[in-house]
């Protein structure tokens, strides 16, 4: 569902990967219902569920670490983090960066929300966060692509006048657009970008890709995985 990288370079991590004692699952905090920071200051949502259940069948002891989106992909290389579990789409510019696991959402589409019903997607003034599939596929569709840091920031621009609409994922702006009492509508063509979401892991860290390819698998065999997915993204989601 999520997201391109921007252009940055990175030095890859050259030593083998030896499990440590506490594997760090790095998340962005700010992408309901993916992840998002609860009442309480503590990561939650279908991804806080999902890597928990992970990191049991894997027999690892985890921990959730925050980091902005901009940036997430230069930080797990440097070791700040072990994973990055944070609805980032499988591309092939970030396969040349970092490696993925098998995706544990199926590729869904994006969707455009706008203020009004007759907004023009393909002239228009899009926003969308800044490193995502969506800001990609916006700046080579022949509108105008605004870009912002955060997913809360692509809605106020669309809200303000800044923008015509914003382009996200499906599961992110469907519920954003049905609360929000007809002040937001979707509009235009869904969008399908990307190979579905999986965890992200340093290239050299195949122990670590092992044991949660095998755990997703699991998953998907004993269909825990699909019950999780209609659980937070609604009868109708895409399921395995």
Known sequence: MKKIIMSVAILAMSSSFALADTI???????YPP???INDAGEVDGFERELGDELCKRAELTCEWVTNEWDSIIPNLVSGNYDTIIAGMSITDERDEVIDFT?????????IY???SADVDVTTGIIAAQTSTIQSGHVAS??????????PDETLAAVKN??????LADV????????????ELVIVGEPVFLGGGVGLGVRESDNELRDKFDAAIQSMKDDGTLNTM??????????TF
């Open 24 to 30: 760090r699952m790095g998340t962005e905090g700010a």
């Open 34 to 36: 993916y992840n998002f």
């Open 102 to 110: 098998q995706n544990y959402t199926p590729p869904s589409p994006s």
């Open 113 to 115: 929300v706008a203020a």
């Open 141 to 150: 569709s022949g509108a105008t692509l605004v870009e912002f840091a955060t």
């Open 161 to 166: 006048g800044e923008a015509d609409a914003v």
């Open 171 to 182: 599961d992110f702006l469907r519920p954003v657009a049905e609360e929000s009492n007809g």
């Open 229 to 238: 997915i209609t659980k937070w993204f609604g009868a109708d989601a895409y």
